[in-house]
Nanobody, 127 residues
């Protein structure tokens, strides 16, 4: 399984950006897709996740209201970000987590529970 993140770049504070995660290698029918971000010296921070069926969405506290996650059945997951702030600057990673059945049974915020990771894409927000 390969996850390819793309779409990062430089944006001014207050602007918007879309990052995408393309999945290849197999069908991730029972997998949730999550987005995390990381800055040097800090742990990966949960940003958003979407359940395997696309019906349950989860957002990190620091981004809630400013990001939207969507997916076309796991093949391509998009994270739309608005009202970006300098503190949103980070490398953004997408990841896949085996989470079949009842989507509400899982904790999507823990990076250690994800099975596959993409290589990350840099998002830089200038002030």
């Amino acid at each position: 399984v390969q996850l390819q993140a793309s779409g990062g770049g430089l944006v001014q504070a207050g602007g918007s950006l879309r990052v995408s995660c393309a999945v290849s290698g197999r069908t991730l029918r029972d997998y949730a897709i999550g987005w995390f971000r990381q800055v040097p010296g800090k742990e990966r921070e949960f940003v958003a996740a979407i359940s395997w069926d696309g019906r349950n969405l989860y957002y990190g506290r620091s981004v809630k209201g400013r990001v939207t996650i969507s997916s076309n059945y796991g093949k391509n997951t998009v994270l739309e970000m608005i009202s970006l702030r300098p503190e949103d600057t980070a490398v953004y990673y997408c990841a896949a987590k085996l989470a079949p059945g009842n989507p509400k049974s899982y904790d999507y915020t823990a990076a250690s529970t994800y099975n596959y990771w993409g290589q990350g894409t840099q998002v830089t927000v200038s002030s």
